[in-house]
T-cell receptor, first 115, second 111 residues
Framework: DTEVTQTPKHLVMGMTNKKSLKCEQHMGHRAMYWYKQKAKKPPELMFV???????INESVPSRFSPECPNSSLLNLHLHALQPEDSALYLC??????????????FGPGTRLLVL | RKEVEQDPGPFNVPEGATVAFNCTYSNSASQSFFWYRQDCRKEPKLLMSVYSSGNEDGRFTAQLNRASQYISLLIRDSKLSDSATYLCVVNIPGGGNKLTFGTGTQLKVEL
C-alpha cells in the first residue's frame, strides 16, 4: 500500500483567512514533504521533515507554516496568503532520506485558490 | 544550465508506436534517478526508478548513462492510457533527499 492521503481536495480562501492542509500516510515512512505546483510547471519543494523534525525549508515565506504532529501526519498552516499562492499543494513521503530509502510517493494534492 | 532538462514535447504518436524520451542532468554527483508520470490535474506517480544497469518493467525501459549525465525512457507498444506528462527526476546531493524535477515531456497517444 503506497497511499498518501490529503485533505481537503479543494480549498478556496480569502487573503485574511487561516486554513490548514492535512496529509497522512500509514506506510511507516519517516520522511514527509510539502511541494507546490503551479499549472504546467514541475513540483517545487517547500519543506522536508525527517523523523518528525524539519530538516529543509526552501526559503518559504512565513505565511506557510508546516507542522508534523507525529510520524504519520503532516500539516501545512496557511495565513494571510496572496493570490499568487494559488496552486496544487502536494504532500509526499519516503521511507527515509538516506540512499535506498528515498523514493517519494505523492498524495493527490489540495488545489488551493486564494481570492 | 537547468539542473534537469527535458524536451517538453508534445509527442503525438499513434497507438502501438515506440516512443523515447531523453533527459539530461547537470550535477554529476547525483545518485538517484526516477521517472514519474503525471496525468492532467493529478499527482505525480512513480513509474520507475532508474539504475545504472538499466531496468525494464513491461513495456517501459529506462537507461542511465552516468558519463553523459543522460537518462532515457522507452515506451513500446504505446497505449491510449500512456498519454500523460513524463517527469524526469534527479536527487540533489547534499542530504535531505531533495529532488529536482524536469519540466516534463507531454505524450499524446492517438488512435
Amino acid at each position: 500500500d503506497t497511499e498518501v492521503t490529503q485533505t481537503p481536495k479543494h480549498l478556496v480562501m480569502g487573503m485574511t483567512n487561516k486554513k490548514s492542509l492535512k496529509c497522512e500516510q500509514h506506510m511507516g515512512h519517516r520522511a514527509m514533504y510539502w511541494y507546490k505546483q503551479k499549472a504546467k510547471k514541475p513540483p517545487e519543494l517547500m519543506f522536508v521533515y525527517s523523523y518528525e523534525k524539519l530538516s529543509i525549508n526552501e526559503s518559504v515565506p512565513s505565511r506557510f507554516s508546516p507542522e508534523c504532529p507525529n510520524s504519520s501526519l503532516l500539516n501545512l498552516h496557511l495565513h494571510a496568503l496572496q493570490p499568487e499562492d494559488s496552486a496544487l499543494y502536494l504532500c509526499a513521503s519516503s521511507q527515509g532520506i538516506a540512499g535506498g530509502e528515498e523514493t517519494q510517493y505523492f498524495g493527490p494534492g489540495t488545489r488551493l485558490l486564494v481570492l | 544550465r537547468k539542473e534537469v532538462e527535458q524536451d517538453p514535447g508534445p509527442f503525438n504518436v499513434p497507438e502501438g508506436a515506440t516512443v523515447a524520451f531523453n533527459c539530461t542532468y547537470s550535477n554529476s554527483a547525483s545518485q538517484s534517478f526516477f521517472w514519474y508520470r503525471q496525468d492532467c490535474r493529478k499527482e505525480p506517480k512513480l513509474l520507475m526508478s532508474v539504475y545504472s544497469s538499466g531496468n525494464e518493467d513491461g513495456r517501459f525501459t529506462a537507461q542511465l548513462n552516468r558519463a553523459s549525465q543522460y537518462i532515457s525512457l522507452l515506451i513500446r507498444d504505446s497505449k491510449l492510457s500512456d498519454s500523460a506528462t513524463y517527469l524526469c527526476v534527479v536527487n540533489i546531493p547534499g542530504g535531505g533527499n531533495k529532488l529536482t524535477f524536469g519540466t516534463g515531456t507531454q505524450l499524446k497517444v492517438e488512435l
